[in-house]
């Protein structure tokens, strides 16, 4: 059974940090590209970050760009974003995203992440 646990939401006041992290299974995670996708309250899911299957490139949204870095361990199977200098508007749920070149891919069922006083 192919699962996609994530952790480490919460509640931050704004300028704060939170690490989430991904917990893979029932898959090969080391061949798979992998991303955070964030929904604000109220909007449409938004990509945030991407990370390679060996972990060499990586890519931001703009609005997250110096404040947040994703990172894998492929020996531990997990995928991390730590989030530095949190915004209000970083609020949201936050899913982890598995895609295999050839097409398969899954999604975590995510984790609550609110910025505020």
């Known amino acids: 059974e192919v699962q996609l646990v994530e952790s480490g939401g919460g509640l931050v006041q704004p300028a704060g940090s939170l690490r989430l992290s991904c917990a893979a299974s029932?898959?090969?995670?080391?061949?798979?590209?992998m991303s955070w996708v964030r929904q604000a309250p109220g909007k449409g899911l938004e990509w945030v970050s991407s990370i390679h299957s060996d972990g060499a490139d990586t890519t931001y949204v703009d609005s997250v760009k110096g404040r947040f870095t994703i990172s894998r361990d492929n020996a531990k199977n997990t995928l991390y974003l730590q989030m530095n200098s949190l915004k209000p508007e970083d609020t949201g749920v936050y899913y982890c995203?598995?895609?295999?070149?050839?097409?398969?891919?899954?999604w975590g069922q995510g984790t609550q992440v609110t910025v505020s006083t």
């Open positions: 995203y598995a895609k295999h070149w050839l097409g398969s891919d899954y």
């Open positions: 029932g898959f090969t995670f080391n061949r798979y590209a």
